[in-house]
């Protein structure tokens, strides 16, 4: 395939064309995308020529480039001529290439300076990943050199260097060999491990994080998990882990940390046009008994609903990536749904399965003293909630790519003279696609859908039957009020709801991104959501983005809005919508 035709002005006064032939006899485009990535002629066309000799050295660089792109595919027996010709201040440059026959690779081998064991010898042999007849690519070479030095640490070796990498070309059989040579080292064993630096944190907390017994080979992963490990705490401000310089087999490993401070206060603000202010401050411990465990106490305060709580975290509780979760609260709302009063409490475990999945059961226990305009109430609640989440997001507050998923379903039971028993589910997704490389258009997209089984409408209390509107859920509308609602118009929840969203964020400075949004559901006195009667929202926002997250600002109107509603709302808060 050729660039005919292509007009590169260098300066005002000449110009010339360039002219490639042969790109057709590739079977794909890699040789000429690396050409045009790489071009003088294609992409240094701005620097004027001084002189016709000046345009010759480009195009013998240019020359030089694509043998040099040929041969690093395999073809070896390439043939590649020029021509440049001259039309009063008009250069035509005429580049043809004949690739010949592709190189295959016919002989792969790795020699060591030091021989270790068969077992050693297939594994890292199998590393490479290399297979005969297979085209010769000198890409893919150095990505084989680069996985069997990687694999040497996992194998007990953390010292193996390649020495050397030879490839021997045979025109006649257009084949070629590849002799990697490579210094193994010794092979260690894990001896015994010191940490340096602790203060307030107990040495035995970070010691439960190692995954390795003294006496095992050496595996850079599980030194590498550690230090994962050990940084996921926070606890941790440096980690530095090196091996003991000793002459024996037996090699301690050496934790060099320092600690970062523990304790941190917080204040943060939002409002919303149908709820007014809110604030909320908290103070956090994150090694209150010196084993990691985080304390976290809490306040919030606004027009329709004050709390305190307290939350208690303790993390590799019996076994590594479990935590053992203990909280509870106080909570005093006014809603135009019901007006409540509640204390409850939660002691669970949660337990990372995988890097993205995670699973948690917990026990829960509530008091509730409600009032709503059908009647007042109080009662005792149990619940015993399950779950399991999946997120491979890339920010907790501000992800721009990844997908987010939660399932969870708790058998409930209220005691307050007719005992009732039913289950309550819901399901969370979520999804972030960048549509660039830089990330700086991003379409997000969340559903939800709730159902409650197992019990009346009447019987359901309010504050555990199921809302939507406001700003985490559909924007446009106020604080619960989508959905069923009483004679006198005040709002009554269902036992299902069904809810999506839609926004599109885009970076137009560091700083400062615009999202245009659309947002739907509805709340539903049946057991399962219909989907239909969706009351919609759309608007516009703003984020800020600083170093804790983006601040969160956007403006809303509902697109079936009916009378009596307002016509705009207005929502201020920290981190994305979803």
């Known amino acids: 395939m050729a660039l005919a035709g292509t007009d590169l002005h260098a300066r005002e006064k000449f110009s010339y064309g360039l002219d490639i032939q042969g790109f057709e006899k590739l079977p794909d485009s890699t040789v000429r995308q690396t050409f045009e990535n790489h071009s003088v002629l294609l992409n240094k066309n701005s620097e004027p020529f001084a002189s016709v000799s000046n345009l010759r050295a480009r195009l013998k660089q240019d020359v030089d480039l694509m043998r040099r792109i040929l041969r690093a595919e395999g073809y070896y027996n390439n043939q590649i001529t020029e021509k440049l010709s001259r039309r009063e201040n008009r250069f035509d440059v005429i580049i043809t290439l004949i690739p010949g026959p592709r190189y295959i690779l016919d002989k792969i081998e790795i020699t060591y300076t030091t021989t270790p064991d068969e077992e050693i010898r297939e594994k890292a042999f199998a590393a490479l990943a290399l297979e005969k007849g297979t085209p010769l690519r000198s890409e893919e070479t150095i990505t084989a050199q680069t996985r069997m030095i990687v694999a040497f640490p996992e194998l007990g070796f953390p010292f193996a260097r390649v020495e050397d990498r030879k490839i021997v070309v045979d025109h006649a059989t257009r084949t070629a060999s590849v002799e990697f040579i490579v210094t193994p080292g010794i092979r260690i064993r ?139 609260s106080l909570k005093n709302e006014n809603t135009d749904a019901y007006d409540a009063l509640t204390a409850d409490g939660r002691v669970g475990l949660e337990r990372l399965l995988t890097n993205n999945l995670a699973a948690s059961v917990s026990v829960f226990s509530q008091y509730s003293d409600i009032s709503n305009s059908d009647n007042d109430r109080n009662y005792w609640l149990a619940a015993l909630p399950v779950g399991v989440r999946w997120d491979n997001s890339n920010d907790i507050l501000d992800p721009t790519k990844g997908f987010r998923a939660s399932v969870s379903t708790a058998p409930s039971f209220i005691f307050n003279g007719s005992n009732e028993f039913y289950l309550r589910s819901e399901i969370n997704v979520s999804g972030y696609y960048p549509l660039d490389g830089d ?66 964020r885009v970076h137009i400075s560091d700083t400062l991104s615009l999202v245009p949004f659309m947002d739907g559901g509805n709340v539903y006195e049946k057991v399962l959501p219909r989907f239909t009667g969706f009351r919609w929202g759309a608007g516009l926002g703003v984020r800020y983005h600083t170093s804790f997250g983006p601040l969160r600002v956007d403006a809303a109107t509902p697109l079936n809005r009916l009378p009596g509603e307002s016509r705009f709302h207005l929502y201020i808060s920290l981190g994305q919508a979803f």
């Open 190 to 328: 894990f001896g015994n491990v010191e940490f340096e630096g602790l203060s307030s944190v107990n040495e035995s907390y970070p010691a439960r994080m190692i995954s390795w017994q003294p006496g095992e080979f050496f595996s850079q992963q599980k030194v590498d998990d550690l230090r994962s490990r050990l940084s996921g705490t926070g606890l941790f401000r440096s980690i530095k882990i090196t091996l003991a310089d000793q002459e024996t087999v037996d090699r301690d490993i050496i934790v060099e940390v320092t600690e970062n401070k523990h304790r941190t206060i917080s204040v943060s603000g939002g409002y919303a046009t149908s709820d007014g202010l809110s604030s909320d401050a908290s103070w956090q411990h994150r090694n209150i008994f010196g084993n990691g465990e985080k304390l976290l106490i809490g306040a919030h305060l606004a027009e329709i609903e004050q709390s305190l709580s307290a939350r208690l975290d303790k993390p590799n509780f019996r076994r590594l990536d479990q935590t053992l979760i203990i909280e509870t």
């Open 439 to 504: 990330h700086d258009f991003v379409l997000a997209a969340r559903a939800r859908v709730g159902s409650v089984y197992g019990i009346s409408f009447d019987e359901l209390p309010a504050k555990e039957r199921f809302f939507s509107g406001g700003g985490g859920s559909v924007r446009g509308y106020g604080y619960q009020d989508i959905g069923p609602r009483d004679a006198s118009g005040d709002p009554t929840g269902g036992r299902s709801v069904a809810e999506i969203n839609a926004e599109m």
